[in-house]
């Protein structure tokens, strides 16, 4: 991966980005945390002395430049870059659901654990890179799409992916971290969430099993549950997400996951057909 430079010292990765992505920066010593739609985003120390972090990019912020900060510990700007946001296209998807499915409510608690482990940023990093995919299947549903249910708006995009499995199949973490929710809730279903360290956390929904307990320390690849379609499910599947402080981002930027529905390929021209084009007189 190249690095691109900005004006002295912040360094970007890459300096233009779809919606729903990240942008990698590295600073100098005297960083501590960078700026961004109003948000603080903060960088930590790298064996060499520099400093970085990942910088989210929702996947709702507006196409076009926006300016990135870098804030040392006073609050002081020391440099300004200038990060290009590109349109991700995000197409829309129905989702046809039950009546019993369309009531269902969170549990109890179950909004603000999720938003707890969202807004951790533990100071140790264990993730590394490449991330695992959680299991093997194709892709059924994409980041970023605009929900229907029912054929209705719901105002919602969707924040994970949904990736096809049958009951049963294993789970595996994405990278390494401690597990911090092992529960049953009502609409995410049976849930595992994971925090990676340093702003990075993963969810996987809808479990039938889990193999793993709160406060695990779990490696890439190790199993944490089981495939199922508890909760808000219509069909076995798992459904998962990757936050980076508190901003769900696509996790396609770390990983090829092939669709279960490609696009057709465009049929070919013939030679005859394009050079009898190419012979026509404007």
Known sequence: MVWLAFALALEL?????PQGQVVRVKAPAAA???????????LFTNTDGTRSGLVPVSALVRQGQHKLELIDGGGQVLETAILNVENA???????QLTPGLSALKPAPG?????AALRNTVSPIRYWSEPFEKPVPGCLISPFGVQRL???????????????????????????????KI???????????????????????????KFATTE????????????????????????????????????????????????????PKQ????????????K
């Open 270 to 281: 013939s030679h005859r057909a394009t050079a009898g084009r190419q012979s026509r007189p």
């Open 182 to 208: 092992v529960r049953k809730f009502n609409v995410n279903g049976d849930i595992v969430g994971i925090d990676h360290g340093q702003g990075v956390t993963s969810f996987y929904l809808h479990m039938s």
């Open 32 to 42: 501590v945390a960078v700026r961004f739609e109003d948000r603080k985003i903060p």
């Open 110 to 114: 179950e909004m603000e654990t999720l």
């Open 13 to 17: 990765t890459p300096a233009s980005i």
């Open 149 to 179: 249910h029912n054929g209705k708006p719901t105002g919602n995009y969707h924040s994970g992916l949904d990736q096809r499995g049958a009951e049963g199949v294993p789970i595996r973490a994405i990278s390494a971290g401690v597990v």
């Open 215 to 266: 406060g695990a320390l779990v490696k890439a690849g190790d199993t944490i549950g089981y495939v199922g379609s508890t909760g808000r499910s219509t069909a076995p599947h798992l459904h998962w997400a990757i936050d980076v402080h508190a901003v769900p981002v696509n996790p396609l930027q770390w990983m090829t996951i092939p669709s279960c529905h490609p696009a057709p390929a465009k």
């Open 89 to 95: 296209r995000f197409q829309t998807q129905n989702v």
